[in-house]
């Protein structure tokens, strides 16, 4: 699952892969240079062996020198220029390969639930309407990307997590937690989470496959079919690919859990994926692309509205980046992107006659460059970037001078952004610090500088300790600018969003036990809410720059290996829990949407257990109590109540094909993350893949 990884001075290249620029938020800086990835967690994040070797290590048979060795040939920075493995000052957590295929999950959304510090809420299960926060923030928080490309939704962080990639095609999942706005720009106030994907071939039998089938069915008229295949390659010499690329596709679709009053399909799901990927690479540059597509359709129940229960949304999305990277004594990572999101929101499904439809299409056009260089005082990052962001729509912007079709209404608006990072390198003292200055055309914000540091002191054998201080801020959404209907009444001159945090941890890593600890504490001032206020003739819902929130939090994690104290080659138990209080200031008289509905309380564990030489078991807990409260469609106000889920997957591997069956919500909780929506309850799947060469 999880695992935070350092970086190391020198880049190393290995056999199975060579060095890509896509690797990790490549056009933002980072590089990781891999050759295995060793199981992770996604609960825990224990430390990478502070020294690194570029020659081979002589390991004996047991499975956790095996680990440890190939730990090490992972490369990963928390910083805009690649740093050494052991010595970056910053720690990002990383889902890799294995552990997301072995998960007992259908979606990307599923699997960051196991994350300690990641709130997921959904509205749906398999991804029809999910928000993701990081430590307490809101779903609007946090930024998203893809290969290292910011897919962000200006409209609305609703439907952030469009994903066009099928989990068959994900190399590893990143999570950054805590601001970084010196780092990943405008969109990262509480944290980021970056999904890379690979064009490699399948290794999971005992030879490469270039090309696998998956097939599953389960509960509530469950299906899902996908297909990847790696296209066929040229090589430059010696075995190594010059060019490559693969090309997936998927379709999923579900009954639903639950009908309406009137016994109506209400959280039924539909939805396809296509996802294309290349990259080339010779001695003086490499190239990485992609181009995807994610349409679906799916029953939003009560989502956005309690008084309606049959509300139905449709989304399409286009992804398309092109990203490179030079070699020599100045590096120079360049980016182009483009994406473009299509919405449309039915309050009564089918019915446009007695409530029109909302419809929405948003563009967001990017350039970035990020250039690095060595001297004599340690490693200096540079570099800019430019989106773009514009919306047509049926009610959110400024009246259009020419209206088409359901478009009526538009906005466009510009952030631009220029950053300067130095890294300070010492035997066991690492200090990297910068800034990012930012200025979006809209509300005429000027440049606004956002700085950063973080610093992290290597004590002994496996133990690390690490501070840091960071800014970050947030542009406000479309919705929040401009939505103006049924009692609500936007401001379009909103301010972003700002916030500092301090965050101190340890972390010990040995071949027996991994564990960390960290407490943060953030600082969030000119909040956007939606506010009311009682005594007013006639009442409205207000989008302001209203309130503060002050986040004090704690987490800790550990991990221990059961091979080293059985013969069970892989056996794994993993335990993280983490602890959030907020205060928010502000009028008690005025009435607030937001009412800090955050996870107090978050406890995840899993067991891994190999039950023969090909079957194993995954299982996996959570238990989480939410703070805050919801009004029923009675009147009634209703505290959310703590709640556990099991889920458990059983996996039978061979060299051409796996079998598995997984048991979500086994113990049949009933779960409520949104107020007046239901999840499902126990949910059975069945599924198999097939590995073959074409």
Same mark, same amino acid.
């Given at each position: 699952?999880?695992?935070?990884?350092?970086?190391?001075?020198?880049?190393?290249?290995?056999?199975?892969?060579?060095?890509?620029? =896509?690797?990790?938020?490549?056009?933002?800086?980072?590089?990781?240079?891999?050759?295995?990835?060793?199981?992770?967690?996604?609960?825990?994040?224990?430390?990478?062996?502070?020294?690194?070797?570029?020659?081979?290590?002589?390991?004996?048979?047991?499975?956790?020198?095996?680990?440890?060795?190939?730990?090490?040939?992972? %490369?990963?920075?928390?910083? $805009?220029?690649?740093?050494?493995?052991?010595?970056?000052?910053?720690?990002?957590?990383?889902?890799?390969?294995?552990?997301?295929?072995?998960?007992?999950?259908?979606?990307?959304?599923?699997?960051?639930?196991?994350?300690?510090?990641?709130?997921?809420?959904?509205?749906?299960?398999?991804?029809?309407?999910?928000?993701?926060?990081?430590?307490?923030?809101?779903?609007?928080?946090?930024? +998203?990307?893809?290969?290292? +490309?910011?897919?962000?939704?200006?409209?609305?962080?609703?439907?952030?997590?469009?994903?066009?990639?099928?989990?068959?095609?994900?190399?590893?999942?990143?999570?950054?937690?805590?601001?970084? &706005?010196?780092?990943?720009?405008?969109?990262?106030?509480?944290?980021?989470?970056?999904?890379?994907?690979?064009?490699?071939?399948?290794?999971? *039998? %005992?030879?490469?496959? #270039?090309?696998? @089938?998956?097939?599953?069915?389960?509960?509530?008229? =469950?299906?899902?079919?996908?297909?990847?295949?790696?296209?066929?390659?040229?090589?430059?010499?010696?075995?190594?690919?010059?060019?490559?690329?693969?090309?997936?596709?998927?379709?999923?679709?579900?009954?639903?859990?639950?009908?309406?009053?009137?016994?109506?399909?209400?959280?039924?799901?539909? *939805?396809?994926?296509?996802?294309?990927?290349?990259? =080339?690479?010779?001695?003086?540059?490499?190239?990485?692309?992609?181009?995807?597509?994610?349409?679906?359709?799916?029953?939003?129940?009560?989502?956005?509205?309690? $008084?309606?229960?049959?509300?139905?949304?449709?989304?399409?999305?286009?992804?398309?980046?092109?990203?490179?990277?030079?070699?020599?004594?100045? !590096?120079?990572?360049?980016?182009?992107?483009? #994406?473009?999101?299509?919405?449309?929101?039915?309050?009564?499904?089918?019915?446009?006659?007695?409530?029109?439809?909302? !419809?929405?299409?948003?563009?967001?056009? &990017?350039?970035?460059? #990020?250039?690095?260089?060595?001297?004599?005082?340690?490693?200096?990052?540079?570099?800019?970037?430019?989106?773009?962001?514009?919306?047509?729509?049926?009610?959110?912007?400024?009246?259009?001078?020419?209206?088409?079709?359901?478009?009526?209404?538009?906005?466009?608006?510009?952030?631009?952004?220029?950053?300067?990072?130095?890294?300070?390198?010492?035997?066991?003292?690492?200090?990297?610090?910068?800034?990012?200055?930012?200025?979006?055309?809209?509300?005429?914000?000027?440049?606004?500088?956002?700085?950063?540091?973080?610093? /992290?002191?290597?004590?002994?054998? *496996?133990?690390?300790?690490?501070?840091?201080?960071?800014?970050?801020?947030?542009?406000?959404?479309?919705?929040?600018?401009?939505?103006?209907?049924?009692?609500?009444?936007?401001?379009?001159?909103?301010?972003?969003?700002?916030?500092?945090?301090?965050?101190?941890?340890?972390?010990?890593? *040995?071949?027996?036990?991994?564990?960390?600890?960290?407490?943060? !504490?953030?600082?969030?001032?000119?909040?956007?809410?939606?506010?009311?206020?009682?005594?007013?003739?006639?009442?409205?819902? $207000?989008?302001?720059? =209203?309130?503060?929130?002050?986040?004090?939090?704690?987490?800790?994690?550990?991990?221990?290996?059961?091979?080293?104290?059985?013969?069970?080659?892989?056996?794994?138990?993993?335990?993280?829990?983490?602890?959030?209080?907020?205060?928010?200031?502000?009028?008690?008289?005025?009435?607030?949407?937001?009412?800090?509905?955050? @996870?107090? !309380?978050?406890?995840?564990?899993?067991?891994?257990?190999?039950?023969? %030489?090909?079957?194993?078991?995954?299982?996996?807990? $959570?238990?989480?109590?939410?703070?805050?409260?919801?009004?029923?469609?009675?009147?009634?106000?209703?505290?959310?109540?703590?709640?556990?889920?099991?889920?458990?997957?059983?996996?039978? /591997?061979?060299?051409?094909?796996?079998?598995?069956?997984?048991? #979500?919500?086994?113990?049949? /909780?009933?779960?409520?993350?949104?107020?007046?929506?239901?999840?499902?309850?126990?949910?059975?799947?069945?599924?198999?893949?097939?590995?073959?060469?074409?």
């Amino acid at each position: 699952m999880y695992k935070p990884n350092f970086n190391k001075r020198e880049v190393i290249v290995f056999r199975q892969f060579q060095r890509k620029g =896509y690797s990790l938020f490549a056009c933002l800086g980072r590089v990781v240079v891999i050759g295995v990835l060793s199981a992770a967690t996604l609960q825990s994040a224990t430390a990478a062996t502070d020294e690194v070797s570029t020659k081979p290590e002589k390991a004996d048979n047991t499975e956790a020198i095996d680990k440890e060795a190939t730990l090490d040939d992972v %490369e990963v920075t928390g910083s $805009r220029a690649p740093l050494a493995l052991g010595q970056a000052a910053r720690m990002v957590t990383v889902l890799s390969r294995e552990e997301i295929q072995a998960a007992p999950v259908q979606s990307i959304n599923d699997l960051l639930k196991m994350a300690v510090g990641v709130d997921v809420r959904q509205r749906g299960p398999i991804g029809a309407q999910t928000d993701v926060s990081i430590r307490g923030g809101s779903y609007e928080q946090i930024a +998203i990307l893809l290969n290292g +490309i910011n897919i962000c939704d200006a409209q609305t962080g609703h439907n952030a997590f469009d994903l066009p990639c099928d989990i068959s095609d994900i190399l590893r999942i990143e999570v950054l937690e805590g601001p970084a &706005g010196r780092v990943y720009g405008a969109s990262s106030l509480v944290g980021a989470i970056n999904i890379v994907t690979s064009q490699s071939r399948d290794t999971s *039998g %005992e030879q490469d496959y #270039n090309a696998q @089938l998956r097939l599953e069915g389960g509960s509530f008229g =469950y299906l899902s079919a996908a297909g990847r295949c790696s296209l066929p390659s040229t090589c430059k010499g010696s075995g190594v690919e010059a060019l490559s690329s693969s090309l997936s596709a998927s379709y999923t679709r579900s009954d639903g859990y639950q009908r309406s009053k009137a016994d109506h399909l209400n959280s039924d799901y539909s *939805g396809s994926k296509v996802f294309y990927q290349g990259a =080339y690479a010779d001695n003086l540059m490499q190239l990485q692309w992609h181009a995807g597509l994610s349409a679906k359709g799916f029953g939003s129940n009560t989502f956005y509205s309690g $008084r309606f229960d049959e509300q139905y949304e449709q989304t399409l999305k286009f992804f398309t980046a092109v990203q490179g990277e030079t070699s020599g004594r100045l !590096h120079l990572k360049p980016a182009i992107y483009w #994406n473009r999101g299509y919405d449309r929101f039915e309050l009564i499904r089918g019915s446009e006659d007695l409530v029109p439809f909302n !419809h929405h299409r948003t563009d967001a056009f &990017g350039i970035n460059l #990020n250039c690095y260089f060595d001297w004599a005082a340690g490693r200096t990052a540079f570099g800019g970037e430019f989106r773009n962001e514009d919306i047509v729509s049926g009610n959110l912007g400024e009246p259009l001078n020419t209206p088409h079709g359901d478009y009526k209404f538009g906005l466009n608006r510009s952030n631009l952004s220029f950053h300067l990072e130095h890294n300070i390198l010492l035997k066991r003292f690492t200090l990297s610090a910068g800034f990012v200055a930012v200025k979006n055309t809209w509300n005429e914000m000027p440049f606004t500088i956002y700085p950063g540091i973080d610093a /992290s002191l290597r004590l002994g054998q *496996g133990w690390k300790l690490y501070a840091s201080y960071n800014a970050s801020l947030r542009m406000p959404s479309f919705t929040e600018l401009y939505y103006s209907v049924g009692g609500h009444k936007a401001d379009k001159y909103l301010k972003p969003e700002e916030l500092k945090a301090v965050e101190g941890g340890l972390k010990y890593n *040995g071949p027996l036990l991994s564990a960390q600890a960290s407490i943060y !504490h953030n600082h969030c001032r000119e909040m956007i809410d939606w506010i009311m206020d009682p005594t007013e003739a006639e009442p409205v819902w $207000r989008s302001v720059n =209203y309130t503060r929130v002050n986040t004090l939090g704690f987490e800790t994690s550990a991990t221990l290996r059961l091979d080293q104290l059985l013969p069970l080659k892989g056996a794994i138990l993993q335990l993280a829990y983490s602890y959030i209080d907020e205060d928010k200031v502000g009028n008690s008289q005025i009435e607030s949407q937001s009412t800090l509905e955050y @996870l107090r !309380h978050k406890l995840v564990g899993q067991l891994r257990l190999p039950l023969a %030489e090909r079957l194993s078991l995954d299982v996996k807990y $959570r238990l989480q109590k939410r703070a805050g409260s919801y009004t029923t469609n009675a009147g009634i106000v209703q505290p959310y109540h703590t709640y556990d889920v099991v889920d458990t997957r059983l996996t039978w /591997s061979a060299d051409r094909y796996t079998l598995y069956a997984e048991v #979500n919500n086994l113990l049949g /909780s009933h779960c409520v993350d949104f107020g007046n929506v239901r999840q499902p309850g126990l949910w059975l799947t069945i599924g198999a893949k097939y590995r073959f060469n074409i």
